[in-house]
């Protein structure tokens, strides 16, 4: 049988094992077929074939609900419910969307980007199952490194007091989230892992009393009370947390036996009440090269399948800014002991895996747990220390009351540098960094900037650095810089609050922010092929704004554009309506970003184009808006 004759999950009912295993094999061949052309996410999706085989051939799909934690473990189950003859357009604008969209598959049911969510929801299905008196079964699936997650622990303690709530947690344990794991939960797994199943145990131990005199078929209170806590004494760490949180443990199992695992789930799930099995699997697995670098083969750029490497460039470009930051901010680091950078499971990402590996008492992953990231650092500058916390926009979001609550209140010199802000591009909407200018602005006791360029980001790490009056944050984007020069040393601190004259006109005042700086100078550039002459200011800060230098300038020119990469409600131009008005100064202001909806999976000029935010559809725009009798047709 060939996959693409599976259209609806439950055509794998009644499939010999032989034919599960060759649908498997097809399944990692355009797994990786799709992924080496167009890139995407590989290891995580490879590791979870068989897995979500044997969980499919055991539920009704036209029932049964499956929640998949993150999404892009979900692969093999977008290509079982429908979506193999499009797979191929992964990540691209209006194909598959790297991540789960209730509005994309009826099967996928619960949308997922972000860590940690899938047993939470998953409980609230079932609670609303129960409500309404229907049965159908209820399957999260989360790996070991969501399972870091404050909220996935709070979601267990919650199911595990509800002894007749049914309810399965899939534990796919790879030993790995996009880096190894960190901390006592990953070593207790590790424990877990080299040891033999238990579940059996359990059920022996149970028959042999039935084979005693006066026990007969069941066991008495009592008699059960022994059964488990012989059961403790035998195992007294496998699974043995897990169940005394409540919850019924299968494991581990070998996450790549198909029997196995088929047997596992169909016991599994006769078992009234939360169950969680646990299944071990290898990242990457069916490509050598992948199993053996986890971490590089997490996600890849398009590569040659048989190498392995990645397609050479056809012309150099220059560093990401991450790789920037990164890099500027060990060389600071490492004369002055008391910076400290934080992760939250984004090593490599962020680029601190380069801190890492020169600093290692100097850096901190505190797995994939954001509040507790925030608050760490919290407690770090109350001790006078300087930490970094290197966030991705979009992951920063879910830490947001210990923003507040933890570090802004208390005015604690915490440094937030925001990776991926803006449009990112392929991740789509649950990874695009739309929301932070206006999430954070709103909030006494906080500094926001953002730099123009590579070279001003530099700049930026020290103000960020020397900065001790309170929070101070600075978001940057993806992807690479514009080609400025760069320093090795030396790098100046900025002045807080204070923007940049760039160009003199007197007809219009163009005011960028951060990574549209650059496209605001193209705007200029082409509003003077037209006669119109314009001042370009670089504001560096959305908080405090430099009203000292706009509200003049938008006093004397008239008339004011700004322009931002990130949601115009609360945003960046909305801080400028507002100091101007603030300041008595009432001229039009026509504002260029991202209006009130949701960014989809393209790459990001797509995106830019579909929202009207190129330099050539901006400058006419501004053409239309302000001088209506000048020509309005821009080349």
Same mark, same amino acid.
């Given at each position: 049988?060939?996959?693409?004759?599976?259209?609806?999950?439950?055509?794998?009912?009644?499939?010999?094992?032989?034919?599960?295993?060759?649908?498997?094999?097809?399944?990692?061949?355009?797994?990786?077929?799709?992924?080496?052309?167009?890139?995407?996410?590989?290891?995580?999706?490879?590791?979870?074939?068989?897995?979500? /085989?044997?969980?499919?051939?055991?539920?009704?799909?036209?029932?049964?609900?499956?929640?998949?934690?993150?999404?892009?473990?979900?692969?093999?189950?977008?290509?079982?419910?429908?979506?193999?003859?499009? &797979?191929?357009?992964?990540?691209?604008?209006?194909?598959?969307?790297?991540?789960?969209?209730?509005?994309?598959?009826?099967?996928?049911?619960?949308?997922? %980007?972000?860590?940690?969510?899938?047993?939470?929801?998953?409980?609230?299905?079932?609670?609303?199952?129960?409500?309404?008196?229907?049965? &159908?079964?209820?399957?999260?699936?989360?790996?070991?490194?969501?399972?870091?997650? %404050?909220?996935?622990?709070?979601? /267990?303690?919650?199911?595990?007091?509800?002894?007749?709530?049914?309810?399965?947690?899939?534990?796919?344990?790879?030993?790995?989230?996009?880096?190894?794991?960190?901390?006592?939960?990953?070593?207790?797994?590790?424990?877990?892992?080299?040891?033999?199943?238990?579940?059996?145990?359990?059920?022996?131990?149970?028959?042999?009393?039935?084979?005693?005199?006066?026990?007969?078929? !069941?066991?008495?209170?009592?008699?059960?009370?022994?059964?488990?806590?012989?059961?403790?004494?035998?195992?007294?760490?496998? %699974?043995?947390?897990?169940?005394?949180?409540?919850?019924?443990?299968?494991?581990?199992?070998?996450?790549?036996?198909? =029997?196995?695992?088929? !047997?596992?789930?169909?016991?599994?799930?006769?078992?009234?009440?939360?169950?969680? #099995?646990?299944?071990?699997?290898?990242?990457?697995?069916?490509?050598?090269?992948?199993?053996?670098?986890?971490?590089?083969?997490?996600? *890849?750029?398009?590569?040659?399948?048989?190498?392995?490497?990645?397609?050479?460039?056809?012309?150099?470009?220059?560093?990401?800014?991450?790789?920037?930051?990164?890099?500027?901010?060990?060389?600071?680091?490492?004369?002055?002991?008391?910076?400290?950078?934080?992760?939250?499971?984004?090593?490599?990402?962020?680029?601190?895996?380069?801190?890492?590996?020169?600093?290692?008492? *100097?850096?901190?992953?505190?797995?994939?747990?954001? *509040?507790?990231?925030?608050?760490?650092?919290?407690?770090?500058?109350?001790?006078?220390?300087?930490?970094?916390?290197?966030?991705?926009?979009?992951?920063?979001?879910?830490?947001?009351?210990?923003?507040?609550?933890?570090?802004?209140?208390?005015?604690?010199?915490? &440094?937030?540098?925001?990776?991926?802000?803006?449009?990112?591009?392929?991740?789509?909407?649950?990874?695009?960094?739309?929301?932070?200018?206006?999430?954070?602005?709103?909030?006494?006791?906080?500094?926001?900037?953002?730099?123009?360029?590579?070279?001003?980001?530099?700049?930026?790490?020290?103000?960020?650095?020397?900065?001790?009056?309170?929070?101070?944050?600075?978001?940057?984007?993806?992807?690479?810089?514009?080609?400025?020069?760069?320093?090795?040393?030396?790098?100046?601190? /900025?002045?807080?609050?204070?923007?940049?004259?760039?160009?003199?006109?007197?007809?219009?005042?163009?005011?960028?922010?951060?990574?549209? #700086?650059?496209?605001?100078?193209?705007?200029?550039?082409?509003?003077?092929?037209?006669?119109?002459?314009?001042?370009? #200011?670089?504001?560096?800060? #959305?908080?405090?704004?430099?009203?000292?230098?706009?509200?003049?300038?938008?006093?004397?020119?008239?008339?004011?554009?700004?322009?931002?990469?990130?949601?115009?409600?609360?945003?960046?131009?909305?801080?400028?309506?507002?100091?101007?008005?603030?300041?008595?100064?009432?001229?039009?202001?026509?504002?260029? %970003?991202?209006?009130?909806?949701?960014?989809?999976?393209?790459?990001?000029?797509?995106?830019?184009?579909?929202?009207?935010?190129?330099?050539?559809?901006?400058?006419?725009?501004?053409? =239309?808006?302000?001088?209506?009798?000048?020509?309005?047709?821009?080349?």
């Amino acid at each position: 049988m060939h996959i693409n004759e599976i259209t609806h999950p439950n055509q794998l009912h009644g499939l010999s094992l032989r034919q599960l295993e060759d649908i498997a094999r097809q399944i990692r061949e355009k797994h990786l077929q799709t992924v080496a052309t167009s890139g995407g996410h590989l290891g995580p999706g490879l590791g979870v074939v068989e897995l979500t /085989i044997a969980l499919y051939q055991t539920l009704d799909l036209d029932r049964d609900k499956v929640i998949w934690d993150v999404g892009h473990q979900a692969y093999p189950h977008k290509m079982l419910t429908g979506r193999y003859s499009e &797979f191929h357009t992964l990540r691209q604008k209006d194909g598959v969307a790297g991540y789960l969209k209730r509005c994309e598959s009826k099967f996928d049911h619960f949308g997922a %980007g972000h860590a940690s969510t899938s047993i939470s929801a998953g409980l609230g299905m079932a609670l609303a199952r129960d409500a309404k008196g229907e049965d &159908f079964k209820v399957v999260s699936v989360i790996g070991d490194g969501a399972l870091t997650g %404050g909220m996935a622990l709070e979601a /267990i303690n919650h199911a595990g007091h509800l002894p007749h709530t049914n309810l399965m947690v899939v534990l796919n344990d790879n030993e790995m989230s996009i880096s190894p794991n960190v901390g006592a939960i990953s070593r207790y797994l590790n424990k877990v892992r080299l040891s033999p199943p238990v579940q059996f145990l359990s059920d022996n131990l149970e028959e042999q009393f039935k084979h005693l005199p006066f026990f007969g078929e !069941s066991l008495t209170p009592e008699m059960e009370r022994v059964k488990e806590g012989m059961k403790r004494l035998a195992v007294p760490k496998v %699974g043995a947390v897990i169940e005394e949180l409540g919850f019924k443990y299968f494991g581990p199992i070998d996450g790549h036996n198909l =029997q196995e695992l088929i !047997s596992t789930f169909k016991q599994a799930h006769k078992v009234p009440g939360p169950v969680l #099995v646990h299944v071990a699997t290898v990242k990457g697995k069916g490509y050598a090269i992948a199993e053996k670098d986890q971490v590089g083969y997490h996600a *890849q750029k398009p590569f040659n399948l048989a190498t392995g490497k990645a397609h050479p460039s056809n012309k150099p470009t220059p560093p990401s800014y991450s790789k920037v930051f990164a890099h500027t901010l060990t060389k600071l680091a490492e004369n002055n002991p008391k910076i400290i950078g934080i992760t939250a499971a984004m090593a490599t990402g962020t680029g601190l895996d380069k801190l890492q590996a020169k600093l290692p008492k *100097q850096y901190i992953d505190v797995g994939i747990a954001e *509040q507790h990231a925030v608050t760490l650092a919290a407690g770090l500058a109350c001790e006078g220390m300087r930490p970094v916390a290197a966030i991705y926009s979009t992951f920063l979001q879910r830490a947001y009351d210990q923003i507040i609550h933890d570090v802004c209140i208390q005015k604690l010199p915490v &440094f937030f540098c925001m990776d991926r802000a803006g449009i990112v591009g392929a991740d789509g909407p649950t990874h695009q960094g739309m929301y932070d200018i206006a999430y954070l602005r709103c909030i006494p006791n906080m500094v926001i900037m953002a730099p123009k360029d590579e070279a001003e980001l530099q700049r930026m790490l020290v103000t960020g650095i020397n900065y001790t009056d309170s929070a101070i944050a600075m978001r940057y984007p993806r992807g690479n810089g514009v080609g400025v020069p760069l320093m090795e040393e030396g790098w100046e601190p /900025i002045e807080i609050g204070k923007g940049e004259i760039l160009r003199n006109g007197d007809d219009i005042l163009l005011i960028g922010y951060g990574a549209m #700086v650059h496209s605001t100078l193209q705007v200029a550039e082409i509003l003077s092929e037209h006669g119109i002459e314009a001042t370009v #200011v670089n504001a560096r800060f #959305v908080k405090p704004l430099d009203t000292d230098l706009i509200a003049p300038l938008a006093k004397r020119i008239g008339k004011v554009a700004t322009f931002e990469e990130g949601c115009l409600i609360g945003g960046f131009g909305s801080a400028v309506i507002e100091g101007l008005q603030d300041n008595n100064v009432l001229v039009p202001v026509k504002r260029f %970003g991202v209006p009130d909806l949701l960014v989809d999976h393209a790459k990001p000029d797509q995106s830019k184009a579909d929202l009207g935010l190129l330099p050539s559809q901006m400058a006419q725009k501004v053409l =239309q808006t302000f001088f209506q009798k000048q020509p309005s047709v821009v080349s």
